[in-house]
């Protein structure tokens, strides 16, 4: 008898001891100190979505070559955690609260969550890297916020594609004006920096300021430009934003004007009928012409991993990327993550690969200090590809 109780002390010993193992330590919520974490935040579309789907893919991909390398990063392993659509956006204190989240990256692709984002993690010893960020700002005084990163240029950066466009297009004496509205902070600042660029090459471009709500005032500026038509013509950049742009095509079309019309907004299919107008654009042509197949098929060769967003898996990899050349540069061994180092070698990483393109990182943009960028041709509707600037990004100026 006593020999039964005995075993049956033993089992319930064993079972309880199970049942800790098994509550306490689920492999998914164990932290090992050799494992540093990285938060994803997806796509609006969420993690089911095409973008959402190839970005994990790809972040999956990049965690298992940490795992199986013989170093890691620094000796240690990347898991990445992915936030799902539904929780709310993490804090500051929520961040600096877990010591093993070593990085922030925002697969958002949009200027709103991507803006509340930096909201929220500015100034903390964590880095934040956006996957986009054209029309999200990242200063503040004039100096790049210390943890705030993106992988695009700011949008004032067609303003210097144009410039370098028209120089290598036409000769000095081109004629070429600058459709502006002074009630507009961003249409006046970005058209002075346009303005004193092309000024800048030996231009002289001819400022149209308009009241975007007075619908004749781009009639009279047509009417002055085909005044000029005799002698010669020319060129109209566009800083009306989407109405205004479309009116001053109208009445080109109306008077049957050669002159160009050069649109300083993002590519849109509320353009497409707009046949003959022209934009610069960093992101428009990247599905086709980016060099993200390789990507694709780089990802599919090692591991069998399949996405269907080229590009989206492309941004993904090249965060990766950025974030492991900033940890590979800190003295080794690394037992504890030296934050603000981490935060200065992001600043200035070297060689990200990016598709066909290679990007530096610039430590007063905490952005590429350049990409290329498609000049494109409304034809058939759709944008058909013109040329490709080298465009250097620019430093932001709040007022001009």
């Not at 990285?38 to 789907?53: D, F, H, R, T, Y």
């Not at 004749?216 to 205004?244: H, L, N, R, W």
């Not at 058909?384 to 932001?396: F, G, H, I, M, R």
Request: glycine content about 6%.
């Amino acid at each position: 008898m006593r020999k039964i109780i005995a075993l049956l002390v033993i089992i319930l010993c064993l079972n309880t001891t199970a049942y800790r193992a098994f509550t306490l330590q689920p492999a998914d919520e164990k932290i090992h100190d050799w494992v540093w974490n990285v938060l994803a935040l997806p796509p609006s579309g969420g993690w089911n979505g095409e973008p959402g789907k190839s970005v994990k893919t790809a972040l999956l991909w990049c965690e298992r070559e940490i795992s199986e390398s013989s170093n890691g990063i620094a000796g240690h392993d990347v898991k990445f955690i992915f936030h799902s659509e539904s929780q709310d956006l993490p804090t500051r204190q929520s961040i600096t609260n877990n010591s093993h989240i070593i990085a922030v990256m925002s697969f958002a692709f949009s200027p709103d969550t991507d803006r509340e984002l930096v909201s929220r993690l500015s100034g903390i010893n964590v880095p934040l890297l956006i996957a986009g960020g054209e029309n999200v700002l990242i200063d503040s005084g004039g100096r790049p916020i210390n943890n705030i990163f993106a992988l695009d240029m700011y949008r004032d950066y067609r303003c210097a594609s144009f410039a370098e466009y028209a120089k290598r297009l036409y000769p000095k004496d081109k004629r070429i004006a600058l459709a502006a509205s002074r009630f507009t902070v961003n249409q006046e600042r970005e058209a002075k920096i346009c303005y004193t660029m092309l000024d800048d090459e030996g231009f002289m471009p001819m400022p149209y300021w308009t009241d975007a709500s007075v619908r004749d005032s781009y009639y009279m500026m047509s009417e002055e430009i085909e005044s000029f038509e005799g002698e010669q013509a020319g060129v109209v950049i566009s800083f009306m934003g989407s109405m205004g742009a479309r009116e001053i095509w109208r009445n080109f079309m109306r008077i049957r004007t050669s002159w160009r019309l050069w649109n300083v907004a993002e590519p849109d299919d509320v353009y497409l009928a707009c046949r003959g107008m022209i934009f610069a654009d960093q992101n428009v042509l990247l599905p086709t012409l980016g060099g993200f197949i390789e990507t694709r098929r780089m990802l599919w060769r090692t591991r069998a991993m399949h996405v269907s967003d080229n590009v989206a898996a492309g941004r993904a990899v090249a965060l990766y990327e950025w974030l492991k050349r900033a940890v590979d540069v800190i003295p080794q061994p690394v037992d504890n993550m030296p934050r603000n180092l981490l935060l200065q070698n992001l600043s200035r990483v070297h060689g990200i690969p990016f598709g066909n393109q290679t990007l530096n990182i610039s430590p007063s943009l905490h952005r590429p200090s350049a990409r290329n960028v498609f000049i494109v041709e409304i034809r058939n509707r759709e944008y058909s590809e013109l040329d490709t600037v080298n465009t250097k990004a620019l430093v932001y100026v709040p007022s001009y």
